[in-house]
């Protein structure tokens, strides 16, 4: 399988890919870390091995020879990285982020209009901040009432809830079962159902799927993605070694982080909904006037799942 595969090592959701790769190359081939930034002219990354006692607040170095014909990542990073590369193409949908808030009862947090004045970290410029953001609106509060703390890599904001150093934290697993854990029964989890999910995508350029011989491979691994998700989501035990080989995190971890993820193998119905809403809030971060929805639908394309069914 010579298909150059990006994904963030230390995101569980990349999983199915994991193992699709594992199968396709007969497990001579790995996902090279990184993600949607190496598409296409990204930049050369250094090759890296993956240390299985890494710490959960360590990130690996990135990883690959060359750059990514396929990269992984959530809605908001491709969405940012599309303004500059309009070639970008959403091709499936991997996995779902079940996000959740995390925090300290013992601050006096009993609700997401709890956070009002209270110390909530989060990760910048991610969909955890995203999530953070329509969690407060939801509860009737501005981002302004709250005292946001830029925090990472992901371990750091961990870190930062056990120690004092904040009051909550809005980040992706396994950081917050890590904190979840660490604070035993101070803790307390808010998350609105329904209100939220992060969407991890299998991302592409246009150039590569017009390649013919590239298209036949896209395929081929989204094919094996769809029965990757499939079978992982009826025996998840099958994929945690791999998953734990890959991350360093320690396998009860990873087992108590699971739940908080769907791997659905398909295209998000509401993906451009999610995404015409996400891009006004990255447009008035960036100043800017937000693309209208039929620009950004130009970045989905269905059409590599319909040939892998």
């Known amino acids: 399988m010579d298909l150059r595969v990006f994904g963030v090592h230390t995101v569980l959701e990349l999983a199915p890919v994991l193992l699709a790769v594992e199968r396709l190359s007969g497990g001579k081939a790995q996902v090279s870390n990184g993600g949607v930034a190496h598409l296409g002219g990204a930049g050369q990354p250094q090759q890296a091995s993956v240390s299985a006692t890494r710490p959960i607040n360590s990130a690996p170095p990135l990883q690959g020879s060359g750059l990514a014909d396929v990269a992984t990542n959530a809605e908001t990073q491709a969405l940012r990285l599309s303004l500059d590369r309009p070639d970008l193409r959403i091709i499936m949908t991997v996995s779902e982020g079940l996000y959740r808030i995390v925090a300290r009862r013992s601050a006096g947090i009993a609700s997401v209009r709890d956070l009002a004045g209270k110390r909530v970290g989060t990760f910048p410029w991610t969909s955890a901040a995203f999530y953070l953001h329509k969690e407060l609106k939801n509860a009737g509060l501005t981002d302004d009432a709250v005292d946001i703390r830029g925090i990472s890599p992901p371990g750091e904001l961990s870190k930062a809830l056990i120690n004092g150093a904040v009051d909550a934290i809005a980040i992706w697993e396994p ?59 009826e025996r998840p035990e099958a994929v945690w070694p791999l998953t734990e080989r890959t991350t360093g995190y320690r396998p009860e971890l990873i087992r108590a982080s699971w739940p908080h993820h769907r791997f659905v193998g398909t295209m998000a119905p509401d993906l451009l909904d999610v995404m015409v809403e996400e891009e006004k809030w990255i447009a008035r971060e960036r100043g800017r006037q937000a693309r209208p929805r039929d620009e950004l639908a130009k970045l989905i394309d269905g059409s590599v799942l319909r040939e892998a069914s």
């Not at 890590?178 to 995508?201: C, K, M, Q, S």
């Not at 989204?222 to 998700?229: I, L, P």
């Open 175 to 233: 950081a917050s079962q890590e904190a979840f854990d660490a604070l035993g029964a101070d803790a307390i989890e808010l998350r609105t159902p329904g209100l939220y999910r992060e969407v991890f995508n299998l991302n592409t350029t246009a150039d590569k799927l017009a390649d013919p011989t590239r298209r036949r491979q896209i395929v081929e691994l989204v094919r094996a993605v769809v029965v990757a998700c499939r079978d992982i989501t």
